[in-house]
């Protein structure tokens, strides 16, 4: 089974498919294609809404130093029972979401150092969200380039695996305020992110991780925002399903809770993915 870091991204850390523990990879190219749908269980109006998204991942190796080169982008759609929502009537409810251009080397760490038992690997990445959404061109967004890395691990012949993310974001923007909600338009983002993984055999995994974000508006002002999840995943060959519950919020107080059942948002999200 390959080491998949499913790292829920837009302002949040990127997903990285097919961080594996196993063999060099020496494909020249790969795609991923998949089908999500999530829907806020804390809220329990009749009939339900959910998001939809069908999404295409095209990876190659086309640079010097096997430096991958990956694109990313979706097409999301809401659907309220089994209609098709949209609010804007001269909308088919279709949209487009923005496009991540991404390139990464992942650096296989020494095993045999005794200080650092397991197998370990580093990722650095850089990247940059092209605002092909309606949504992101309204608000004016122009471009979002961003650096982040990953360190991941895994322990006891690959049965618990460990991982560390964390990215840096700059927002640019074409206004100062958000023409939709005016709000000042964000500037900087940062997310840091862990993740557990154990495998249970038969395809079986689990999994639990949390997040904390930070983000700065054009006008000074930051906020602090942290989450959490809790997954369930099956893969088969180039199949993989994960079902995944997140919750989090705004800390108050200054108290962070790792573990924070939200009563405002439940969210439990269905993936299903095919890998080339």
Same mark, same amino acid.
């Given at each position: 089974?390959?080491?998949?870091?499913?790292?829920?991204?837009?302002?949040?850390?990127?997903?990285?498919?097919?961080?594996?523990?196993?063999?060099?990879?020496?494909?020249?190219?790969?795609?991923?294609?998949? $089908?999500?749908?999530?829907?806020?269980?804390?809220?329990?109006?009749?009939?339900?809404?959910?998001?939809?998204?069908?999404?295409?991942?095209?990876?190659?190796?086309?640079?010097?130093?096997?430096?991958?080169?990956?694109?990313?982008?979706?097409?999301?759609?809401?659907?309220?029972?089994?209609?098709?929502?949209?609010?804007?009537?001269?909308?088919?409810?279709?949209?487009?979401?923005?496009?991540?251009?991404?390139?990464?080397?992942?650096?296989?760490?020494?095993?045999?150092?005794?200080?650092?038992?397991?197998?370990?690997?580093?990722?650095?990445?850089?990247?940059?969200?092209?605002?092909?959404?309606?949504?992101?061109?309204?608000?004016?967004?122009?471009?979002?380039?961003?650096?982040?890395? +990953?360190?991941?691990?895994?322990?006891?012949?690959?049965?618990?695996?460990?991982?560390?993310?964390?990215?840096?974001?700059?927002?640019?923007?074409?206004?100062?305020?958000?023409?939709?909600?005016?709000?000042?338009?964000?500037?900087?983002?940062?997310?840091?992110?862990?993740?557990?993984?154990?495998?249970?055999?038969?395809?079986?995994?689990?999994?639990?991780?949390?997040?904390?974000?930070?983000?700065?508006? +054009?006008?000074?002002?930051?906020?602090?925002?942290?989450?959490?999840?809790?997954?369930?995943?099956?893969?088969?060959?180039?199949?993989?399903?994960?079902?995944?519950?997140?919750?989090?919020?705004?800390?108050?107080?200054?108290? +962070?809770?790792?573990?924070?059942?939200?009563?405002?948002?439940?969210?439990?999200?269905?993936?299903?993915? $095919?890998?080339?």
């Amino acid at each position: 089974m390959k080491y998949v870091l499913t790292l829920t991204f837009i302002f949040s850390l990127l997903s990285i498919h097919t961080l594996s523990f196993a063999s060099e990879n020496t494909k020249s190219w790969g795609a991923t294609t998949g $089908y999500m749908i999530t829907s806020d269980y804390a809220d329990e109006r009749s009939p339900r809404l959910y998001e939809n998204s069908v999404f295409l991942s095209l990876s190659g190796k086309f640079l010097p130093y096997q430096i991958n080169t990956s694109l990313k982008n979706s097409i999301n759609f809401n659907t309220l029972g089994n209609s098709i929502y949209e609010e804007n009537p001269n909308s088919n409810g279709f949209h487009f979401a923005d496009t991540i251009l991404a390139f990464n080397k992942t650096f296989k760490l020494s095993k045999n150092n005794s200080q650092f038992p397991g197998i370990h690997q580093l990722t650095p990445i850089v990247f940059n969200i092209f605002p092909t959404s309606d949504s992101s061109r309204y608000a004016g967004y122009k471009s979002s380039p961003g650096a982040q890395a +990953v360190f991941s691990s895994a322990f006891f012949d690959g049965h618990y695996k460990l991982s560390n993310g964390m990215n840096l974001i700059k927002v640019i923007n074409s206004y100062t305020h958000n023409p939709a909600s005016h709000r000042p338009s964000p500037s900087l983002m940062s997310v840091y992110e862990q993740n557990h993984i154990v495998t249970l055999g038969l395809g079986f995994s689990v999994g639990a991780g949390f997040s904390f974000k930070y983000s700065k508006d +054009v006008s000074g002002n930051s906020n602090t925002t942290f989450g959490n999840s809790a997954s369930l995943e099956f893969s088969y060959d180039q199949f993989n399903a994960s079902l995944i519950y997140s919750g989090g919020d705004h800390t108050t107080n200054d108290k +962070v809770e790792l573990w924070y059942v939200d009563n405002t948002r439940k969210l439990l999200t269905f993936v299903l993915t $095919y890998t080339f």
